[in-house]
């Protein structure tokens, strides 16, 4: 980034870390500031449909042909060449240099995974704003296998002077958070978030306060007006598999990228709201990683399931991933007392027999790169 001119040191940056509802949060963030007048960039990752939604301007991915010309002005940078970056560092440090060429007002930044080495990391203004969503387990071959040191990972965004929000969390995750604020003299709101429009789902409510929260901070501190409208407004944005709701084929379709134990619990409280006394059926599969919450992952679907589609995948974004092992799900499935469970290795077959069962709602969840690659195409009539 030096040697690049260190470009994210030009821009006024929100900085977005956790572990479940960090993406709608990004989301929201970055739509309230461009509904109160300003040029707003947008980092977010994994992207759901193509690469270029990591580089947004004003609520629109970078055009393909732009994105394209620019990134390879980008790749012949002797910087670039130099430093051989990763797939995720270079979309990073390719997303700071676009936005300081744009001159945006403000940037907000998803971080990738965890916090502390993570390369969203290089940002050292201390006007930086760290939101920090909920933090649970997930990817904790890397992180840690206590909340601990999963939160101490995500806190290491926090740097000298940065002003940190959060809603409340657990005793663990605050003494964390606590504990690094005090340690680099930086500032800490912590927020019970209440008052978020009804419409939306449950998990996105907390994740839309806590935006609201952020934009309220920056526009006090900046001195520009951001009203209830705005906010408002924001709330009736789509955000790409997250509860994205389609109908196709006479059914209603759900599909919403939720991969940890957190994210599903969440989801299933939502679902349960939104469509009470309503079973459902699904088509699930998650990443093989270490995560071991597959029980709780199924105990949470369990209760608003009847039917339990198992599919695989295998995507090479950022770095190849494969799905888990069917028969570890069903395992799983079966052990919380799932008793309709079939196993159909191609996604697409999984998701036609889907739209096959008598259910009127139905749900794909569990994984992103199984929505990016195989369901979200189809049912936007892209296949």
């Given at each position: ?28 963030i ?65 997303a ?10 403000y ?67 605050m ?44 526009a ?38 939720a ?20 079973k ?25 399931l009847?039917?339990l ?41 999984a ?33």
């Amino acid at each position: 980034m030096a040697d690049l001119g260190d470009p994210q040191e030009k821009l006024k940056i929100i900085h977005v870390a956790g572990t479940s509802g960090k993406t709608s949060t990004s989301y929201y963030i970055a739509d309230m500031l461009r509904q109160a007048g300003h040029k707003v960039g947008l980092t977010v990752s994994p992207h759901v449909d193509t690469v270029n939604e990591r580089i947004q301007l004003n609520g629109q991915p970078l055009p393909e042909a732009d994105f394209c010309r620019l990134l390879g002005d980008f790749i012949e940078l002797p910087a670039v060449k130099k430093a051989n970056p990763s797939y995720f560092g270079l979309l990073i440090a390719f997303a700071f240099w676009v936005f300081a060429q744009e001159g945006v007002d403000y940037a907000v930044i998803e971080v990738g995974l965890g916090g502390r080495l993570d390369s969203t990391n290089v940002i050292s203004r201390p006007d930086k704003v760290c939101v920090i969503a909920d933090i649970g387990f997930d990817h904790m071959g890397m992180l840690g296998n206590d909340l601990a040191m999963i939160a101490s990972e995500k806190a290491g965004i926090i740097q000298p002077g940065n002003q940190v929000i959060m809603a409340q969390q657990g005793d663990v995750v605050m003494g964390v958070i606590n504990s690094r604020v005090d340690l680099v003299k930086a500032k800490l709101e912590v927020l019970k978030p209440s008052g978020a429009p009804a419409h939306l789902p449950l998990f996105q409510q907390r994740n839309w306060f806590v935006a609201r929260a952020a934009v309220d901070f920056v526009a006090k501190r900046d001195g520009f007006a951001f009203s209830q409208d705005n906010a408002v407004a924001s709330a009736a944005i789509l955000i790409p598999a997250r509860m994205e709701v389609v109908e196709y084929h006479g059914k209603t379709v759900i599909l919403d990228g939720a991969h940890n134990a957190q994210k599903i619990t969440a989801l299933c409280e939502s679902i349960t709201e939104k469509y009470p006394d309503q079973k459902l059926a699904a088509v699930v599969s998650f990443v093989h990683d270490k995560d071991e919450s597959m029980n709780k992952k199924m105990t949470a679907l369990h209760s608003i399931l009847d039917h339990l589609i198992i599919t695989t995948f295998h995507a090479e974004q950022d770095v190849p991933k494969w799905s888990i092992d069917p028969d570890i799900i069903e395992r799983a499935a079966r052990m919380v007392g799932f008793n309709s469970v079939e196993v159909i290795d191609k996604p697409l077959d999984a998701f036609a027999a889907l739209l096959k069962r008598p259910e009127p709602v139905v749900l794909v969840t569990g994984s992103f790169y199984l929505l990016q690659k195989h369901i979200r195409p189809l049912v936007k009539g892209e296949l």
